[in-house]
């Protein structure tokens, strides 16, 4: 009689590092403890400093690398103007990427990864994941009124988090069967009682915000959400106290995740609702 094993396919399964300026270093935390538990992904998606992190996972970086490199940082060795309203070029960013990895394109990096960015020419979300490393990665995280947009071919680069700051959605385009997604700035939204102009500003910046993070939490399985709020999103100080909040906000959601890694929960059925709106380079 002829015996067959049925093996269970292992899932594939995506990550998503969504964007919040310097609070994103408590990201390494949540790496450090994605390495105490084994665990590995399939795919990498990151908005911001998303992308700066995602690309140093999908390197094949570990969380004491990434550290170590993180805490010899300066806020002046990122943004390069001096002056409050000049908003800087992207070559501190630029610099750090290739010093890092060296100029490479996102395709020779070791696990397949995707920077989020916007094209400020044709308003369109692009998922950038073949080209130049650093000019995606600095494109991803070019804040409007803090960067100089960044040429990238024909198109025109700002933040990605203009209209996907937790990109969850894009691992599931490139086939991962689950998604999990970390989110660095989950206390976002914040009111204000002050009617100055730059407050109330502000404060509707991060009520749009606010809303453009739901749909990650919409298509991620388990969303490790950390509260980085007394943190500022300008400044490395307190660095190793976010990277802890990042470690034990991961923590925390093991057990959920690892189901997940074990394929015990249902896959959610999402429907390809933005897609059309998104141009994959």
């Known amino acids: 009689m002829k015996i067959i094993n049925f093996l269970k396919k292992k899932p594939k399964i995506g990550l998503a590092f969504g964007g919040g300026g310097a609070r994103g270093l408590s990201h ?67 610099n750090l990427m290739i010093e890092t990895f060296g100029d490479i394109n996102i395709e020779d990096l070791k696990l397949p990864f995707s920077a989020v960015a916007v ?25 409007p009124g803090i960067f100089q947009p960044v040429e990238f071919g024909d198109r025109l680069l700002c933040d990605g988090g203009l209209q996907n700051t937790i990109p969850a959605n894009i691992p599931r385009y490139f086939g991962c069967d689950y998604v999990i997604a970390v989110d660095c700035n989950s206390t976002r939204l914040y009111g204000t009682e002050s009617t100055k102009v730059l407050d109330v500003l502000g404060c509707t910046i991060r009520i749009l915000m606010k809303s453009n993070a739901v749909k990650g939490y919409m298509c991620a399985d388990a969303t490790i959400a950390t509260d980085n709020k007394k943190f500022k999103s300008t400044s490395f100080e307190g660095m190793d106290e976010m990277i802890e909040q ?18 015990k929960i249902p896959k959610k059925k999402m429907k390809d609702f933005d897609k059309d709106e998104i141009e994959f380079i």
């Open 28 to 94: 390494i935390g949540v790496i450090k403890a994605f390495e105490e538990f084994g665990l590995k992904f399939d795919y990498v998606a990151g908005t911001s400093v998303g992308s700066i992190m995602g690309a140093a996972y999908a390197s094949g970086m570990t969380s004491k690398e990434i550290y170590e490199i993180a805490k010899k940082l300066k806020v002046k060795d990122i943004r390069t103007s001096k002056l409050f309203f000049m908003p800087s070029k992207t070559e501190g960013i630029e």
């Open 246 to 263: 990042g470690y034990k906000n991961a923590i925390d959601m093991m057990p959920q995740i690892m189901q997940i890694f074990r394929g």
């Open 119 to 143: 094209d400020i020419k044709s308003t369109k979300e692009l998922c950038i994941s073949h080209g130049n490393l650093s000019k995606a990665v600095a494109g991803s995280c070019c804040v």
